[in-house]
């Protein structure tokens, strides 16, 4: 169905790493080619996305010479060029190499902390020649699977100082950097810090320059911790620190599965579409998952589609809930308004406390009222399974 095809101006990235993902597992050999970069991009922009990012190494490998990476960077910049694609956020891999297997900004190893920060510069610079406003802070081996080493404390002061220096850095380097933290309760590590968007907006009002920081949340992270994705993205929008959001999907206690969008968890998904269309997210929509390893280079494009595709047509029964009028007529008879009593609860003040202490309530009655969730709920499962 045509409706449901995107264009650039629905603002779907991907990563260089997720449709680029081979099939890899902690069991198993690749099972899919490597794709090249400008190869990934031309797919891309081929099937209607905005732009693709990524990380230093998913382009230039760790150990490239400086013309190999000049090489890769300019052939990248002409397809970014050839096919209308942008680079919005770029990353750092700061978790594969072995260097980075006891932390990067947090390793007890100041040497490891140091070499992460210079890594991280560099990365920033080809983020920024790439044209990416936005760079993210995935602290996959932030963590540990023992606490003998006595790091917890050490740990949040090494990581604030990296943080507070690499914002330093993009402003004397006068790149314009936006830096999202993304928060994932464990996996490579068995534990890793900062396990929740709570977390990181608590760590955030810590920082020197907190203006510049946000979340970047991801679906699978919270579902893996089998907590309500919906709920900490709401959290994030009323502390104005959404700047970008990861998408895909997730069975609660899993392994990390990064499944295709709304393959799993349909009705989180559907809150979470209206919860960013209500609210008029302006960021971007990345989708953080890759193809099934079952599938071939014709399943990763099925993958790429669908995840796009199901975002719209969730934005479309977003569109459809709000126009309902049984639906609205439900979510009008939820809500119960007193206008007296909202205005003598919305601040304090003497007159109003005293009001509100010798205030006589009918108890039972809150109590036995009922708000008719199930009827709600009901005709949201309808709609969501196009009954409506
Ligand atoms: C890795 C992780 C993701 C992060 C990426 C950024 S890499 O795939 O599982 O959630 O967003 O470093
Ligand atoms: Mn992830
Ligand atoms: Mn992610």
Known sequence: MTEFTPTPADQFTFGLWTVGSIGRDPFGEPTRKPLSAPYIVQRLAELGAYGV??????????????AERDRLVSDFKAALNDHGLK????????????????????????????????????SMDLGHELGADVYDFWGGREGTEVDAGGKLLDSLAWFRDSLNFLADYSESQGYNYKFVLEPKPN??????????AGS???????LDKPDRFGVNPEFAHDTMAGLNFAHAVAQVIDAGKLFHIDLNDQKMGRFDQDLRFGAENI??????????????YSGMKHFDAHALRTEDEAGVWAFAK??????????????????????????????????????LS?????????ALKSRTFDRSALGTRGPGLEHLDQLTIDLILGMR
């Open 200 to 206: 990181m907006l608590g760590f955030i009002a810590t």
């Open 53 to 66: 990012n990524l990380h230093d190494n998913d382009l230039v490998p760790i150990d490239a010479s400086a």
């Open 306 to 343: 669908g995840c796009m595709r199901t975002y719209l047509m969730l934005k479309e029964k977003a569109r459809q809930f709000n126009d309902d009028s049984e639906i609205q007529a439900a979510l009008s008879a939820y809500r119960v308004e007193d206008s007296e009593l909202e205005a």
């Open 187 to 196: 996996e490579p590590r068995g534990d890793i810090f900062f396990p929740t």
């Open 267 to 280: 009705k989180t998904a559907f809150f979470l579409v209206k919860l960013l269309e209500d609210t008029h």
């Open 87 to 122: 680079v919005p956020m770029a990353t750092t891999n700061l978790f594969t190499d072995p260097a980075f297997k006891d932390g990067a900004f947090t390793s007890a190893d100041a040497r490891v902390r140091a070499y992460a920060l210079q890594k991280t510069m560099l």
């Open 346 to 354: 919305k601040k304090f003040s003497p007159e109003n406390a005293q």
